[in-house]
């Protein structure tokens, strides 16, 4: 599985867009990027994924770059209930690629 | 449609006793997930399954068991439980037919082990 390196933490002021980089140099060419959410105590929340194209829906949107080895996710107007561990993930499709392995995310904080 | 439902929310154990942690999904979802969640961790892998009859091995699986003899069910069992296995379990389910889609988790059961 590859990796991904995201930022400890961020900050955003409500009602701003917020950025949340990661890096994943080392996917590989079937591999998507996925995003998830924890807000406090809950389960995580699927937010977004892509492959190539950058992709929008209506909590978020997804730019990749072109070599596909860095992504950002763009949450367009931040509200405080934005606040929550962001989880970049690369993963496989189908058999056991298909798993979900979790780093330690960026907690964005929002601030009013 | 309830999704993935887990129970039960909170269960303190005696160290040494056994239970199995309950999970349901009514999405006929094919691949399912055992997560644990330490206190300021991210989540780990304990157990996965990919369909009826077929379970794998996650990143921390050692302590416990699991089954799927079901598509709807994926129980994890601990058999004799000890204070390292306090944490936080999330249980998760996908689907992939038809294309490629996210993971649904569960609420979470709260374990505490003394």
């Known amino acids: 599985d590859a990796k991904t390196t995201q930022p400890t933490s961020m900050d955003c002021a409500e009602g701003r867009a917020a950025n949340l980089p990661c890096n994943h140099s080392?996917?590989?060419?079937?591999?998507?990027v996925y995003w998830y959410r924890q807000i406090h105590s809950q389960g995580p929340q699927y937010i977004i994924h892509?492959?190539?194209n950058n992709e929008t829906n209506e909590m978020a949107s997804l730019i990749i770059t072109e070599d596909r080895k860095s992504s950002t996710l763009i949450l367009p107007h931040a509200t405080l209930r934005d606040t929550a561990v962001y989880y970049c993930?690369?993963?496989?499709?189908?058999?056991?690629?298909?798993?979900?392995?979790f780093g330690t995310g960026t907690l964005l904080a929002v601030q009013p | 449609n309830a999704g993935v439902t887990q129970t039960p929310k909170f269960q303190v154990l005696k160290t040494g006793q056994s239970m199995t942690l309950q999970c349901a999904q009514d999405?006929?979802?094919?691949?399912m997930s055992w997560y644990r969640q330490d206190p300021g961790m991210g989540l780990r892998l304990i157990h996965y399954?990919?369909?009826?009859?077929?379970?794998d091995q996650g990143e921390v699986p050692n302590g416990y068991n699991v089954s799927r003899s079901t598509t709807e069910d994926f129980p994890l069992r601990l058999l004799s439980a000890a204070p390292s296995q306090t944490s936080v379990y999330f249980c998760?389910?996908?689907?992939?037919?038809?294309?490629?889609?996210?993971?649904?988790f569960g609420s979470g059961t709260r374990l505490t082990v003394v």
């Open positions: 998760a389910s996908s689907s992939i037919s038809g294309g490629v889609y996210g993971y649904t």
């Open positions: 080392t996917i590989s060419g079937n591999e998507y």
């Open positions: 892509g492959l190539k």
């Open positions: 993930i690369v993963r496989g499709y189908g058999g056991a690629t298909n798993k979900l392995i």
């Open positions: 999405m006929n979802h094919e691949y």
């Open positions: 399954s990919v369909g009826a009859g077929i379970t």
